[in-house]
């Protein structure tokens, strides 16, 4: 930010309502001036074109696993990973004030959410029918204007769209959480309580990862999250996403990454930014 | 099998010309019966209650990544992988006899068809409209009662419903492969060219992913894939999905999967199998 002063702008995935809202309110607060964009790509470009300084998307869910898109198109862009964000994923089942639960005869949301309350649904609506929508806050929107219908959405969703909340937390996990990236230019500065995210390809031979990992086990650094993406240009070869503790600007995690460098094919650092998980 | 002679029958992901009916006819050929189901839970339980012999399902797309649903039902399910099929993906602009393709408003398939399509759909049909299906191969039965209407799929769902293919190989990636795994009660005996796939926990302790693989790096066991899925009951912790030449058989294997044993929380060997890859 070039004046301290100004009022930061922030996309997040839309529309109002969704998650990914929830979680950039949490982390910019009121000060901040919010805008719902339609796809996770779409707050990628936003924030690349410096339409906007900071971008919040999901990134991964506890229980689904890792959002390939946001880590796809991390490898791609040249953006900063400058935050971490985690929100507890709470299930409401929302209707029009006045509708009555035993009048259910569909229930919509997003395909995730369907999913993970589908014991919910079995033994509390045996006979009701699910449809898919684009995001659970669409389906709060929708329902405004159907008959004998449900969605399943947050708290603020029902808020935003004047629903009412016929049954809360309905989900069929309690451990659901999702982590949520800001994204930025650049990513923060060391607080002592930090965390990097990279991507690096490894060499294809006989134990490749095992030397690529070596430089933090023999630091002692603690990997948080290994996930494997295809390298696209050839099939069967992997583009590795870590995460560890520590700032990139540390010391022992510098010298970990110089040598990780020397073993590797390519290396990206994504960023540093304070621990929130 | 009891009766070697007995016709084995085998469940794919279905409907009738998908990818994986093409896959599960590569690896049986004429000599089975066939049954597509409508789901990968299906498959699965189909097998698990010995309904029938094998099964087939996709596993790893070389552009989109692993199939999770495949690999959360393998970590619970008794089921052992007994085989490997590679196919490569060809998208093809499926129509009914005598559409134009100046006429077409409108493209519709399956997500993932549509978003390997992408660039494609882009600079032939800037114009026209795309709406997802739950497969390629009901796009294109489904396109048989559309105007002006065409799906992307297999050129066998072309056969198998009567359309014509408007244009061929219209995907946007040359590299375009799907794995699949063929799924039954026991694996494969040792061939000499073979791949086993595992599961495992790592301790929740800096290193322990090293110490994991180093059984593996110190034998030269050259690891194929390494896959990272949530363990559910804790959030942010994690199942590996490890794939290695060889098979569980071979003397280095075995003693590689005793050490692993000895440092990891949980094991499971999901089977060996003849490789494809």
Redesign the interface.
């Known amino acids: 930010m070039k004046d301290k002063h100004t009022i930061p702008r922030v996309a997040y995935l839309g529309p109002e309502g969704t998650f990914s809202g929830q979680a950039a309110k949490k982390f910019f607060g009121q000060n901040a001036i919010y805008k719902s964009l339609s796809s996770i790509q779409d707050v990628f470009e936003a924030v690349d074109l410096k339409e906007i300084l900071y971008g919040v998307v999901p990134v991964e869910?506890?229980?689904?696993?890792s959002v390939?898109v946001t880590l796809d198109l991390l490898r791609m862009s040249n953006l900063k990973i400058y935050g971490e964000i985690e929100e507890k994923i709470k299930h409401n089942l929302i209707a029009s004030p006045g509708t009555k639960k035993h009048d259910l005869k569909v229930v919509i949301s997003h395909q995730q959410a369907l999913a993970q309350c589908r014991k919910y649904l079995k033994e509390q609506f045996p006979r009701v029918k699910v449809k898919q929508t684009d995001s659970t806050a669409l389906a709060v929107r929708k329902v405004r204007t159907l008959k004998y219908a449900a969605a399943i959405g947050t708290e603020f969703a029902a808020k935003v769209y004047g629903m009412k909340i016929v049954a809360r937390e309905i989900g069929d996990?309690s451990?659901?959480?999702t982590?949520f990236f800001v994204l930025s230019s650049n990513d923060f500065k060391p607080t002592g309580n930090d965390k990097t995210s990279i991507m690096f390809s490894a060499k294809h031979?006989?134990?490749a990862?095992?030397?690529a990992?070596?430089p933090?086990?023999s630091r002692?650094?603690?990997?948080?999250?290994?996930?494997?993406?295809?390298l696209?240009?050839?099939?069967?070869e992997?583009v590795f996403f870590v995460e560890f503790k520590g700032h990139r600007r540390d010391s022992k995690c510098k010298e970990a990454l110089q040598s990780l460098k020397k073993n590797c094919e390519f290396l990206k650092v994504l960023g540093s930014y304070r621990r929130a998980?």
Chains 1, 2 share one sequence.
């Open positions: 869910n506890s229980i689904e696993g390939n996990y451990n659901n959480f982590r031979v006989p134990g990862l095992f030397k990992l070596e933090f086990a002692n650094i603690n990997l948080s999250k290994i996930e494997s993406r295809p696209r240009q050839k099939p069967w992997y998980i």
